[in-house]
Each structure stands twice: as structure tokens, then as C-alpha cells.
């Protein structure tokens, strides 16, 4: 299954799953934080398989946050005020730690394709929003993945 499948089908029963929960009060509003939820709660699973966006994108931004919270502690470890051999340590964490994630990776529908998983994330999504309508979202829109996977 491909990324646009796992997107869609993650929209459509998170989106879904809202509408019918709402006038029970469980649902979460239509609104950007349910697409956003809905979208990463489908692609997630795939965090683990190197071809996929998801990863790719991870890895980017692990590369980016490196450099960005090693930027301002570097001068205090060199004890240095040279702005390369500062950007320098700072690109060398970054990159740590996209390879890091690289090569850390569990195997492709490893942890990542679990009912555990989809658990954990909705409740990472639950812990950070306090908003039971995104947990709940994000946990359908996780195992839509592994739905659409066992296909």
C-alpha cells in the first residue's frame, strides 16, 4: 500500500469516526489538528521502511532539531568564538543523529505495525492535546495502517 492509500484512509475513518463520536460529545471538531493527527497516525506504521516519506522526513528533521540545540551550546564546548568550527559541531550532531535513527531502526513492520503502537501514539496525542476526540482519531487513524497492511 502506498502513502496517498494509507493518507486517505486514515482521513476518511478518523474524519469519520469524529462525526459519528460528536453528538456524544467524543468527537473531535473538523479542524487542522484532526488532519493533522489523522495524517500521521496513517503514515507513522512506516516509520520504520527506509523508502518511505515518513522516514525520509524524519530524518530530516532529526538532522535540523541536532544542529538547532546544538548551535547554541557549541561555542561553550569549543570555548571558541570561530562561527565554522561552531557550525561544524553543530552539522555533526545533527548528522549523529540522523544516522543514529538510521541505523536504529527497528525492521520494517517491526513495533511500528502493533496494536501497541497505534496505543501509544493515541496516547501521546491524548497526554499532549488533553483532547480524548484526537485520541481517539489517532488511534483509528493508526490502525487503519495496519488494517489497510493486512490486505
Known amino acids: 500500500m502506498n502513502s496517498t492509500a494509507h493518507l486517505i ?5 478518523a474524519i469519520a469516526i469524529s462525526l459519528l463520536l ?3 460529545g467524543w468527537g473531535a471538531p473538523l479542524s487542522v489538528d484532526l ?3 489523522a ?3 496513517a503514515l507513522l506504521p512506516d516509520l520504520d521502511h527506509r523508502q518511505t516519506k515518513i522516514f525520509r522526513f524524519t530524518l530530516a528533521l532529526l ?5 538547532m540545540l546544538a548551535w547554541p551550546i557549541a561555542p561553550s564546548l569549543t570555548h571558541s568564538t ?3 568550527l561552531n557550525a561544524g559541531i553543530a552539522v555533526a550532531v545533527g548528522a549523529v543523529a540522523a544516522v543514529a535513527f538510521f541505523v536504529l531502526k527497528p525492521r520494517h513492520r517491526g513495533p511500528t505495525h502493533s496494536l501497541a ?3 501509544a501514539f493515541a496516547a501521546i496525542v491524548l497526554a499532549l492535546t488533553l483532547n480524548w476526540g484526537l485520541g481517539i482519531a489517532a488511534f483509528v487513524a493508526y490502525a487503519s495502517h495496519l488494517a489497510l497492511d493486512r490486505l
Do not use: M, Q
Not at 538532522?63 to 544542529?67: E, L, M, R, W
Open 39 to 41: 495524517g500521521l497516525g
Open 35 to 37: 488532519v493533522v493527527v
Open 22 to 24: 460528536a453528538p456524544v
Open 82 to 84: 570561530d562561527l565554522f
Open 9 to 13: 484512509a486514515g482521513f476518511a475513518v
Open 117 to 119: 503502537a497505534a496505543i
Open 63 to 67: 538532522f535540523v532539531a541536532g544542529v
